[in-house]
């Protein structure tokens, strides 16, 4: 008989602004719903939306997606839902947030209560890094004060999603946690390199694909570009305004710029990555913090080398020829390099997208990487 897992996730599919988490808790359930019987309980609609999905029934068990999942309404009716579903007592609780209050401190504490037996999972998905923790740091760090000395966070297993989240949920919570270590797995798209478009010499197509929000940082991307000419440059937005007083900040940095033409495009869901994304020729997300960051894979995927942050698992890139990961205190470097991919011919270009493509693969789908992600689970 399969081991039961009950996952709590804030949004799921076919939810998609939030971001990494969705793509990375449905690729688990994916690769291992044959071996677990997995059920999920979410949000009844995406992250930053008043109104519910359309033809999706909700605090009712549908199957959806290939799963059992349980969309809830907003309120306090909630908390009798979450109790209510935890007294089956599941074999395992995965709970994909830190400081979410009903998908993760709710049902955390009531199978804390209701069952010794089941085992806690706990995927902070990047919210102990460094960076993220400055966003609101007082009532951040205020909660996890308390949660310490309540030892809310004790006796559960850390799934963390690279090295550098081992270190930052250990710098919190000590040494002697019980840390899984397995990095995201992403379903990047089967993409014919032929069909990039020919990349010219002094000129290139950039793309920004991300929440946008502080964390991810897009204000400083804008500004590289305030020191770059050329006529045949433009970098394009993706992604959900998340935070409206950041975006107001965004467009006033949009506005000093004079050689290069920037655009927001709005939004843009999983399927169409392969459709509008594949004429760019690089993509640009100097982010404060990623635990992984499947937009890195997935414009790797589609032969878009990436001009990315050291704050991210996807590191030595120069090295391996596919892209470029630069520390934030060192603008001037950004600079250096946009401007060296703009003046790029496309024999160099060309040689640059297709090991994106072979490198991508290898790393997403190492038989290393598919172990540790079922070892996740085997904790009972």
């Known amino acids: 008989m399969k081991k039961t897992v009950l996952v709590f996730i804030d949004w799921y599919m076919p939810a998609f602004k939030a971001g990494g988490q969705i793509p990375s808790v449905a690729n688990i359930i994916n690769l291992l719903k044959q071996d677990l019987a997995f059920s999920v309980i979410t949000s009844d609609r995406d992250s930053g939306d008043l109104t519910k999905f359309r033809d999706i029934v909700t605090d009712k068990w549908i199957e959806n997606f290939d799963t059992d999942i349980k969309y809830l309404s907003p309120g306090i009716f909630r908390v009798r839902q979450i109790f209510s579903t935890l007294k089956t007592r599941p074999d395992i609780v995965y709970l994909n947030s830190f400081f979410s209050f009903y998908f993760t401190i709710i ?11 089941t085992k806690i999972i706990l995927a902070p998905r990047g919210m102990l890094g460094t960076e993220a923790l400055n966003i609101k740091s007082k009532k951040k760090r205020f909660f996890i004060k308390i949660a310490k000395f309540l030892g809310l966070y004790s006796n559960i297993v850390w799934h963390a999603s690279s090295s550098v989240e081992t270190q930052e949920i250990k710098a919190i919570f000590g040494e002697n946690i019980f840390v899984k270590e397995a990095i995201d797995i992403s379903l990047i798209p089967d993409f014919d390199i032929t069909q990039k478009n020919v990349k010219r010499k002094n000129a290139a197509h950039f793309f920004f694909l991300s ?16 020191n770059i000419k050329g006529n045949n440059v433009c970098f394009d937005i993706y ?48 982010t404060m913090n990623e635990n992984y960051g499947h937009v890195i894979a997935e414009a790797l995927s589609i032969g878009c080398p990436v001009i ?22 060192k ?14 011919d496309n024999v160099e270009f ?10 991508v693969k290898t790393k997403v789908f190492s038989p290393e990487v598919i172990a540790d992600n079922k070892s996740i689970f085997e904790v009972l």
């Open 107 to 117: 049902p955390l504490v009531f199978t804390k209560i209701l069952s010794k037996k």
């Open 211 to 226: 929440r946008i929000c502080r964390k991810k940082n897009l204000k400083d991307a804008i500004k590289f570009f305030e």
């Open 239 to 286: 992604g959900p305004i998340e935070d409206n007083d950041y975006w107001d900040e965004c467009l006033v940095e949009i506005s000093k710029i004079k050689s290069v033409t920037i655009n927001y495009k709005g939004l843009l869901v999983n399927n169409q990555i392969v459709s509008k994304l594949k004429d760019y020729h690089f993509m640009l997300l100097p």
């Open 308 to 329: 990315i942050s050291t704050n991210t698992p996807w590191r030595n890139l120069e090295k391996s020829g596919v892209g470029w990961d630069i520390p934030l205190e």
């Open 331 to 344: 603008p001037e470097l950004f600079i250096n390099v946009i401007n060296n991919c703009i003046s790029m």
């Open 350 to 359: 060309s040689n640059l997208s297709n090991r994106a493509v072979s490198y």
